[in-house]
Structures are given as structure tokens and as C-alpha cells.
């Protein structure tokens, strides 16, 4: 399904999460980002794991806007923070025309297994839905799997994101 809102009302504060800080995206967070990505997808219908090379080239599109997307971090080891969730935004003003104004796109909404169940998905998607509002965007978009076996469809239709669209994927299995 197509899900949008309307970014005129403004989006709820959320609880401040312990332990949890949110992070804009960032070339020194890009692998990280890519682990949490793969493991939060791991189990989701038609996607595979994202290798480094594809990653390195994906995040280069001209319409991700790592300022709008956030990422969750919490201490992590040595290596540094360890980013534990993520909401990726993408903003094509080439698209604008066809939606009526000015919107941005959520590309991805992900938390890794070992911190779901915690509000970080909902705290997350209010903090970029505040983002796009004050960057001037009239309407947020995404995509959903209604099958998506974490529930994504009742995570946003909490924060007001309706149907505009649904459509069907046929599967042929040899």
C-alpha cells in the first residue's frame, strides 16, 4: 500500500527513550546503518541482505536527504556507537508536480530485532514527520508491505498516514 500525511498538523512528541540518542545520517555511521538495515529486513518478503558496494552507491542518490533521515544510536564497543534503528527519507522535487506540492518520501523504517517493542519505530517516524514539516513539505509518503511480518501498517496509521494507494505482487514459483 501507498500511505500519506498530511504534514499540516504537527506530530506527537514521543517519550524520551533511555539509552537512545537520534543521529542524522552520516558517512561515518554508513556501515552501521547497513547492518542495521539488513538485519532489520532480514526476514521481510523479497529483500536480500544489501552488500557494502551496494550500499556505497545507493546512499549517493541525489534525492536522499541524510538530514531529513535519523538514525538510533545507543554505546556500543569499542568500535564505536551502534545504530539500532533507522528512518531513511529520499525528497525529488522533480516528483512534486504529481503529488500537488512539495513531499518527501520515506524509504525505509527499520529496527533491529534486539530493540524492538520499545516505541523506537514511532519515536523515530514523529522526529522525521517534525523534519519534513520544518523543512517545508506539505505531505509525507511510503510504501508498506501489509504482510510485513513486524506490523509496519499499524505503526503508521498511529501518526494519521491513510491509504492512497494498493496494489498486488504476483509471485511465479519454479
Given at each position: 500500500?501507498e ?16 539509552g ?24 521481510h ?17 541525489s ?111 519454479f
Open positions: 500500500m500511505l500519506e500525511r498530511d504534514l499540516a498538523a504537527p506530530a506527537a512528541e514521543s517519550p524520551p527513550l533511555s537512545v540518542r537520534f543521529v542524522s545520517y552520516a558517512e561515518k555511521r554508513k556501515e552501521r546503518a547497513r547492518s542495521a538495515l539488513n538485519d532489520a529486513f532480514r526476514d518478503w523479497g529483500t536480500q541482505p544489501v552488500t557494502a558496494a551496494e550500499w556505497a552507491t545507493g546512499d549517493r542518490l534525492a536522499f536527504r541524510p538530514d531529513l533521515s535519523v538514525l538510533a544510536v545507543t554505546p556500543g564497543t569499542r568500535e564505536g556507537e551502534r545504530v539500532v534503528g533507522f528512518v531513511f527519507v529520499d525528497v525529488n522535487q522533480e516528483e512534486w508536480p504529481l503529488r500537488g506540492g512539495p513531499f518527501g518520501y520515506v524509504t525505509s523504517v527499520g529496527v533491529r530485532r534486539e530493540a524492538r517493542g520499545q516505541g523506537l519505530a514511532r519515536a523515530m517516524l514523529a522526529h522525521v514527520l517534525r523534519a519534513l514539516r520544518a523543512d517545508g513539505l506539505n505531505h509525507a509518503v511510503l510504501d508498506v508491505d501489509v504482510e510485513n511480518p513486524t506490523g509496519a501498517l499499524g505503526l503508521y496509521q498511529g501518526p494519521g498516514f491513510t491509504v492512497t494507494a494498493r496494489s498486488v505482487s504476483l509471485v511465479k514459483r
